[in-house]
Structures are given as structure tokens and as C-alpha cells.
């Protein structure tokens, strides 16, 4: 029993090492890729560099406001009708729940070659109506609408789960009608009683869709945006060093993001108990 | 492409979506509670119509950011595009059987295979990692990996691609320091892109699989061990069947995974190794031999149909797997 033991315990580290190095290496290699000159030292020229390099602050920008303008949208549309959904209309909730996962069936290539598909009745059948403008106005390189329809699509799975997974751990019903008891309208009931109970699926929703929005590369490159994740794979191909930084740079706020995510849940939780 | 995180169990909870009716929903216990029951009846049914209302921009928003799309591809796929000889618009299979064809043939099937390959890696390996986990005695290091493991899964794309180039590329470190191009390593194949992709679909596997471990009785191991059972006859008789419906739909959701990458191979290797995706962002930048321009959107259907074959075979296992971490 004791070598059996002793036997599980040498399986378990040896698992654990082989993995420990598969994940460890590709980091700390490119940690020194990052920084290494070539003549044996050390430079952080790619890190300061990253600020002055043409395009960096404008895709950044794009990019931010992108993802802030998503979770907006995401919200907004998806909030109100799971909320609907619990509380006047049990039947749409199956409805809404097999729109939100048909996302996930249409792989992102796919989904972004039938956006081009749209796109090209513009030009195509469009010519003479209204709907050419629109087609042309989401088109707008500063601000493109398009890709914000694409995000929110790509998100709802995800932050579907997210809202589903705080209304199951509260009373939307019972709530609602204890505020409108004490005499509240229905607005009110469901922004100063719902929204705040459910203020850490929502929070868990909209870093999903922030991480989402960031790292999308495949719609905005094949439409021929330039978002940071596409300046990040355009400047990588002239500077390695500096995309290996930012690389380097973006999972670290990735992991930033998640771990002050986590910490705000566990806060909360104790707040709770 | 954006993985998927732990899927959750779909077990909707009967009592809460039924609450919505009118009726004995709540006790109303007070006198004045009673008396301000009287206009509920009317408001009551005016809120009913605000709840279609309230979906209704969802619905909206989806018909036109998702119906469009498909019918665009439905469409597409059958018809001749407006560059062709005839003005375009006349259905057609042309699309469809091209698309099945010679190179397209060819990246769709490596794609199926690299996916099955890395899928099935991912699976092997994540298994006996995430037990090593999560039966670690240590609280602090199992949430450092599964936190660890949620920030990876979600790490494809191009920020991947650029540090596996700077460890494994041509001239990356551990490339360099091993002297690994001598021994005919290159990052940029087949065998290339499957270690970098392992590297989200790993931690993704340890996600998805731990709850499922986790779900596993330590009294099952005992009751083995006690009936003479060795470790591996218990994996054998006992875990394994168990788990079996959460590792294949775990394996379904990494080759799904897999399958729909884009960036990651599309910053790396290029064209170098044939993909599904990287032909249909091919074709889609004009690359395509004039007429041809719809083949794209034939090629989208290509992968729309894979991919739901792999959901179909994903949503009944998850089903099945929920009933045993109930």
C-alpha cells in the first residue's frame, strides 16, 4: 500500500513537472526574447519603444472604445430580455436561451464570411436605396458599427452563461414583487433592487466581452480593420521584439483583469457570510 | 477565436421560470398587503406585455446581426457570385463542389485532422494534469492552476502565435540554445502548430474535466480498494465510466475549438500549412480566380456544417455528464 502510495505521488509530480515546463517555457523564453539584444545583455528598448511606435495608441483607443461600446450594447439587449424572460414571459426563455448558444455553432470565420456576404448587397442590389448609406456608415474606419455586431454576437454565449449563472442564485421573482409591494413601478423594482443583486454576473459578463473584444483578431483583419490585436500582428511581422513585448504585456493584463475579478467576487461573497 | 469557458449544466429550474404566473405566487400575510392586491390583476397583465417588449430588441438585433449572415450564406453558397460570366445570382452547386475540392479539399481535411490531434492530446494529457490538481493537497496551488488555466484557455490568437515564434521559431531562444533546427524542428507545420495550440486547449481540458473529477465520491474509491480493487482497475471499472461522458464532451469541445482558430495560425505559419480557415480568409481577401467570389461563403457553409455536427454530438453528452455532478 505504502508503494502504491509512493507510486501515485511520483505520477502526480511527474505530471505536474512535465506540464509545469510545457507552460514555463514559452513564458520565460519570450521574457527573455523580449529583452535579450543579441550581444549578451539586456534592453527594455522594446518596452519603451512601444508607446512611440506608429499606430499603438490609435488601435489601443479603437480597441478600448470597441469593447466599451459592446458591453454596452451586450447589456442592454441581453439584460431586459432575460430579465423579461423570468419574470412576464417564462415561454421566451427557451427561445432566448437557443438564440444565445447559436453563436457558438457558427465558427467565427464563418459567421464573418456571411457578414461579408451583407456587406456586398450594398454595392451589389442596394445601389439606389437607403440602406447603401447605412451599409456605408458601418463601415466607417474610425468607428466601426459592423464589428460591434459581430462582438456582441460573438459574446452572448458567453454572457448568457455569465447572467444566467447570477439570476440562478437569485429570487428575480420574489424580489420584484417585495419592491413593488412597498409600492415601487416596475423600472424601479428591477434598477434599484434587480440590477444590484445581480452587479457581479454582470461585472463577470462584461470582463468576458472586454476579453473578448481585445484579443478578436480574425473579423477585424479580414474586414480590414485595425484594431490592437491586428496592429499587434502587422508590427510583429517588421519588429518581432516589440510584439513578443506587447504579447507579453497583453496576458499579463489579461491576468490582472481576472485576478481583481476573482478578488472582487471573493470580497463580496465574505461581505455576504 | 474564443474558446468557450466551463460549460455549465443546463438544467433549468422549473420553479423559478413557472413564478411568473399569477396566482398564490406570494402569501400576502398583512391587511394592507391584501387591500394592495386589488389593481394587481391589470398591472400585472400591462407588465406581461412589457416583457415580450423588453426582448424584443434582443430578438431584433438578432434577426438582423444573425439572420442576415446566414441567409447571406445560405444564399451565397448556391448561387453564382456578380463577378461571373452571367451577371451572377443563378443557383448553382458549382460553389459547393469546388469547395470540396482539390486545395479546399485538402485544408478542410487537415484542419479535421489537426483538430482531432490536438483534441485528443489536449484530452490525454489534461486528464491526469487536472486529477493531479485537484487532488493536490495544496488549496492555494489547486486555485493558482485552475486560475492560471482560465487565463491560458483564453490566450489564442495572435499574442500566442508571437511567443511561440520568440521560444520555438527560427531564431527563437530555445530554438537557438538547443541547436533544434539541426534535428529538423520547425515551428512552421503540422507538428508545430499542434504544440502551440495544446497550449490553450490543455488548460481549457483542465477546466472543463475538473468539475467533473471533483464530482468523483471519495467513497467509490474506498469501496474499491476495500473490494480488493488495484488503482488501476479502479480507473478502470470505476472512474473512467464515469467520466467518460464529460471526456468525450470535453474532447467535442476542443476539436470545436480547434476547428474555428484562426489568428493563431493566421500570425504564424501563414499559408504554409493548409487550414480551412486560412482559405476562406484567403479567399475572402479577392484571392480566389474571378467567378468565384461566392466560394468563399461555400466554404463558410463547409464549416458551419462540421461544426454543428460536433455540437450535435456535444450538447447530449453534456446533458448526460450533468446528471452525475448533480
Redesign the interface.
Known amino acids: 500500500m505504502a508503494r502504491?502510495i509512493d507510486r501515485?505521488r511520483f505520477?502526480?509530480g511527474l505530471?505536474?513537472l512535465l506540464?509545469g515546463v510545457?507552460?514555463a517555457?514559452?513564458?520565460a523564453?519570450?521574457l527573455?526574447?523580449?529583452v535579450?539584444d543579441n550581444k549578451g545583455g539586456t534592453t527594455f528598448r522594446a518596452y519603451t519603444e512601444l508607446l512611440n511606435a506608429p499606430g499603438f495608441t490609435d488601435s489601443l483607443v479603437l480597441s478600448l472604445e470597441l469593447a466599451g461600446v459592446t458591453v454596452a450594447v451586450l447589456l442592454?439587449?441581453?439584460v431586459?430580455?432575460m430579465?423579461?424572460?423570468?419574470?412576464?414571459?417564462?415561454r421566451?426563455?427557451p427561445v432566448?436561451?437557443v438564440?444565445c448558444s447559436?453563436?457558438?455553432?457558427?465558427?467565427?470565420?464563418?459567421?464573418?464570411?456571411?457578414?461579408?456576404?451583407?456587406l456586398?448587397?450594398g454595392p451589389?442590389y442596394l445601389q439606389d436605396t437607403p440602406f447603401f448609406q447605412t451599409i456605408v456608415a458601418i463601415q466607417d474606419p474610425g468607428f466601426p458599427i459592423v464589428l460591434i455586431?459581430?462582438y456582441?454576437?460573438?459574446a452572448l454565449?458567453?454572457a448568457y452563461?455569465a447572467i444566467?449563472?447570477g439570476?440562478?442564485g437569485v429570487?428575480?421573482?420574489?424580489l420584484v414583487?417585495?419592491a413593488r409591494?412597498c409600492g415601487a413601478g416596475?423600472l424601479r423594482a428591477v434598477l434599484t433592487v434587480v440590477l444590484p443583486n445581480l452587479r457581479s454576473a454582470l461585472l463577470n459578463a462584461a470582463v468576458?466581452t472586454v476579453?473578448?473584444v481585445l484579443?478578436?483578431?480574425?473579423t477585424a483583419?479580414?474586414l480590414g480593420f485595425a484594431p490592437f490585436?491586428v496592429w499587434?500582428?502587422s508590427n510583429?511581422k517588421s519588429d518581432?521584439q516589440m510584439?513578443?513585448a506587447?504579447?507579453?504585456l497583453?496576458?499579463l493584463i489579461?491576468?490582472l483583469v481576472?485576478?481583481l475579478m476573482?478578488a472582487v467576487g471573493r470580497g463580496r461573497k465574505a461581505a455576504r457570510s | 477565436?474564443?474558446t468557450?469557458?466551463t460549460p455549465?449544466p443546463?438544467s433549468?429550474?422549473a420553479a423559478?421560470?413557472?413564478?411568473?404566473?399569477p396566482g398564490p405566487?406570494?402569501p400576502?400575510p398583512t391587511a394592507s398587503?391584501r387591500t394592495?392586491k386589488a389593481p394587481r390583476p391589470g398591472r400585472r397583465r400591462a407588465?406581461?406585455g412589457?416583457?415580450?417588449?423588453?426582448?424584443l430588441?434582443?430578438?431584433l438585433?438578432?434577426v438582423?446581426?444573425?439572420g442576415?449572415?446566414?441567409v447571406?450564406?445560405a444564399?451565397?453558397a448556391f448561387t453564382t457570385s456578380?463577378d461571373a460570366p452571367d451577371g451572377?445570382g443563378t443557383f448553382t452547386t458549382a460553389n459547393l463542389t469546388a469547395s470540396l475540392q482539390g486545395a479546399y479539399w485538402t485544408a478542410l481535411w487537415g484542419s479535421v485532422k489537426l483538430s482531432l490531434l490536438t483534441a485528443l492530446i489536449a484530452t490525454v494529457?489534461g486528464l491526469?494534469?487536472a486529477q493531479?490538481?485537484a487532488?493536490?493537497r495544496f488549496r492555494m496551488f489547486r486555485e493558482a492552476v485552475m486560475?492560471?488555466s482560465?487565463?491560458?484557455a483564453?490566450?489564442?490568437?495572435?499574442?500566442?502565435a508571437?511567443?511561440?515564434?520568440?521560444?520555438?521559431g527560427n531564431s527563437?531562444?530555445?530554438t537557438k540554445k538547443l541547436g533544434l533546427t539541426a534535428h529538423g524542428w520547425s515551428l512552421y507545420t503540422f507538428s508545430g502548430l499542434s504544440v502551440v495550440y495544446?497550449?490553450f486547449l490543455?488548460p481549457l481540458m483542465v477546466i472543463t474535466i475538473t468539475p467533473a473529477l471533483e464530482g468523483l465520491r471519495v467513497q467509490w474509491r474506498e469501496a474499491a480498494y476495500n473490494n480488493g480493487a488495484t488503482?488501476l482497475q479502479y480507473w478502470r471499472h470505476v472512474a473512467l465510466p464515469v467520466l467518460l461522458p464529460s471526456l468525450l464532451g470535453g474532447f467535442v469541445l476542443l476539436f470545436?475549438a480547434s476547428?474555428?482558430a484562426?489568428?493563431t495560425a493566421?500570425?504564424m505559419v501563414g499559408s504554409s500549412v493548409p487550414l480551412i480557415?486560412m482559405q476562406?480568409?484567403d479567399a475572402?481577401?479577392g484571392n480566389v480566380l474571378v467567378g468565384q467570389g461566392n466560394l468563399?461563403?461555400a466554404?463558410?457553409?463547409d464549416?458551419?456544417v462540421v461544426?454543428?455536427l460536433v455540437?450535435a454530438v456535444y450538447l447530449p453528452l453534456q446533458r448526460r455528464s450533468a446528471k452525475w455532478l448533480a
Do not use: K
Not at chain 1, 429570487?171 to 420574489?174: A, E, G
Open positions: 502504491l501515485i505520477g502526480r505530471v505536474l506540464c510545457y507552460f517555457v514559452p513564458l523564453a519570450s527573455y526574447f523580449s535579450d442592454l439587449l441581453l431586459p430580455a430579465l423579461a424572460a423570468r419574470l412576464g414571459a417564462p421566451l426563455r432566448i436561451e438564440l447559436l453563436p457558438l455553432v457558427v465558427p467565427v470565420v464563418a459567421l464573418t464570411t456571411g457578414i461579408i456576404g451583407v456586398r448587397w451589389d455586431i459581430a456582441v454576437l460573438m454565449p458567453f452563461r444566467d449563472a439570476l440562478r429570487d428575480v421573482v420574489t414583487e417585495a409591494n416596475w468576458l476579453a473578448l484579443g478578436e483578431f480574425t483583419s479580414i490585436s499587434i500582428s510583429g518581432g510584439s513578443v506587447v504579447s507579453m497583453s496576458l489579461v491576468w481576472l485576478l476573482s | 477565436m474564443t468557450a469557458p455549465v443546463a433549468a429550474s423559478q421560470s413557472g413564478g411568473g404566473a405566487a406570494t400576502a398587503a394592495a407588465g406581461r412589457h416583457a415580450w417588449l423588453a426582448a430588441p434582443l430578438l438585433f438578432f438582423i446581426g444573425f442576415l449572415p446566414a447571406a450564406i444564399i451565397g456578380s451572377g494529457v491526469p494534469l493531479a490538481v487532488t493536490s486560475s492560471a482560465g487565463v491560458l483564453n490566450f489564442g490568437g495572435v499574442p500566442l508571437f511567443m511561440f515564434v520568440a521560444t520555438l527563437g531562444e530555445v495544446l497550449y490543455v488503482s470545436g476547428f474555428a484562426y489568428a493566421e500570425a480557415s476562406i480568409g475572402l481577401s468563399a461563403l466554404l463558410g457553409l464549416m458551419i461544426a454543428c455540437m
